[in-house]
């Protein structure tokens, strides 16, 4: 089978592999029809986060084309979602909603032959905790899209918004106007938020926040975007915040633009990020978030892309197959693309 293969910093070929088995009694192997690039595989593509050489990508949805003998609820043909993280789904975290944190489960591109989402086909450990299967098999590529979202940011920008406990009439503050970033602006508007303030500098990604619920665009960044928040708020902050990017900038912002007693929900991957302890101490701002476990949001978002209430496959703005895997990349990276996709089979 042909699989995107992360050889070293800007460097992703497309390799022969062989096709992936079952190797435990609770796997299925999916047969991939659409992937993506996420915005944490470009940090290996930049060099900034250390990769193995080998599979890549977290995020895909297929056919399942086999099944161990163990898995009960996955049959072969049937069409399913796979979140970006496997797991059981019975241990004490997957129970308590945290399946990113199954003491049995991992995540999806870490390097490993055929658990790479950009291929293929795929290996599921743990099928029946992991797979979300979706009734019908003849979807539009409209309808594809928005659900290969779900694999991962449609859920993350969700998980950042109910950490940061967004709720009905609230004044909320994204930082990030990436592919997360954006569907947490759609997160917030679908939690009820009366004001939603989207920090981008981007034009294409300024409208499709605005088109899904920003009401406030503030393009500054550093001590100018505080400074432009806290305008906007009456010298007061936000009620919730979204940190969608990682980075020590992005954190900074993100808790001095908090109004006491808020929370920031973290869903950037922390680069070289320090939290002020007793700045945050002293204003009782609180901070939540981590690892999205979207497979705890599909039963609410799953039906909403199936009812056509939500559309998150608009952060896909490139396209192209995996044989050129490498043009997926650098239209993210040179930010040509909100997120790219990958037509696969």
């Known amino acids: 089978m042909k699989a995107a293969i992360f050889k070293a910093k800007d ?93 049995h489960g991992g995540f999806f591109g870490g390097g490993n032959e055929g658990e790479g989402g950009q291929a293929e086909y795929v290996r599921v450990p743990h099928a029946d905790g992991t797979l979300v299967k979706v009734p019908g098999s003849n979807f539009s590529d409209e309808m594809l899209a928005s659900l290969l979202a779900l694999t991962d940011v449609m859920g993350t920008g969700y998980h950042a918004a109910v950490s940061a406990e967004v709720t009905k009439g609230d004044t909320v503050a994204v930082v990030g106007d990436g592919a997360v970033g954006l569907c947490a602006v759609l997160s917030a508007k679908m939690l009820g938020a009366k004001r939603i303030i989207a920090m981008s500098r981007h034009e294409d990604r ?37 940190e969608c990017v990682g980075t020590a900038e992005a954190n900074k912002t993100a808790f001095a633009i908090a109004r006491a007693g808020a929370i920031v929900g973290r869903v950037g991957v922390p680069h070289d990020v320090q939290i002020d302890a007793m700045g945050t101490f002293y204003r009782n701002v609180g901070m939540r978030g981590g690892p999205a476990p979207v497979r705890a949001y599909m039963d609410i978002l799953l039906p909403a892309v199936l009812e056509g209430r939500i559309n998150p496959g608009k952060v896909f703005t490139f396209t192209t197959d995996l044989d050129h895997i490498a043009d997926a990349y650098a239209a993210m990276d040179e930010r040509r693309a909100i997120k790219s996709m990958l037509t696969i089979g």
Request: negative net charge; aromatic residues 8%; hydrophobic residues 40%.
């Open 11 to 103: 460097s992703i070929t497309v390799e022969e592999r062989p096709k992936p088995s079952v190797k435990e009694p609770t796997d299925a192997i999916v047969r991939v029809v659409r992937a993506c690039v996420c915005g944490s595989d470009l940090w290996y593509y930049r060099g900034i986060t250390p990769h193995p050489e080998g599979s890549i990508g977290h995020e895909f949805i297929g056919f399942v084309e086999e099944t161990g003998a163990g898995v009960k609820d996955i049959k072969s043909g049937d069409f399913v979602i796979a979140p970006f993280a496997y797991s059981d789904g019975t241990c004490a975290n997957c129970q308590a909603g945290f399946q990113t944190a199954c003491v």
């Open 206 to 242: 300024q409208a499709l926040a605005r088109e899904w619920g920003a009401t406030d665009i503030v393009e500054d960044r550093g001590e100018d975007a505080v400074r432009a928040v806290m305008a906007l708020t009456d010298n007061v902050g936000v009620d919730a915040v979204l």
